[in-house]
């Protein structure tokens, strides 16, 4: 089992900038790409971005290409979500993802295996 707890999420101004972490234990061997999604209030969850296992490769959906970052220090067992030039739209609430089976490419909820709590991001205009 692996368990995931994301952190850092608020509220911020339109243009602001947030950071958000997810730190995974247990089972955290196991672990190859981890993922950040989001779900606005009446939507259905959306991917946001995912990072490969050595952190090498990094794929983001077309709304935050530019503006958000995606890292990972694997000896912390730690993924980052970082958020410049926030938009109204950016509002949610943030879910981190873990894949446990290698070669998913990882831009589906159905590529993950484990999920955090969420943490809400707000942003106001």
Do not use: H
Not at 28 to 45: D, L, N, P
Not at 71 to 93: F, G, H, I
Not at 100 to 124: A, F, I, M, N
């Amino acid at each position: 089992q692996v368990q995931l707890a994301e952190s850092g999420g608020g509220l911020v101004q339109t243009g602001g900038s947030l950071r958000l972490s997810c730190a995974a234990s247990g089972r955290t061997f196991s672990i190859s790409v981890m993922g950040w999604f989001r779900q606005a209030s009446g939507k259905e969850r959306e991917f946001v971005a995912r990072i490969t296992p050595s952190g090498g490769t990094t794929r983001y959906a077309d709304s935050v290409k530019g503006r958000f970052t995606i890292s990972r220090d694997n000896a912390k067992n730690t993924v980052y979500l970082q958020m410049n030039s926030l938009k109204p739209e950016d509002t949610a609430v943030y879910y981190c993802a873990a894949d446990v089976l290698p070669y998913r490419v990882g831009v589906v909820e159905g590529d993950y295996d484990y999920w955090g709590q969420g943490t809400q991001v707000t942003v106001s205009s």
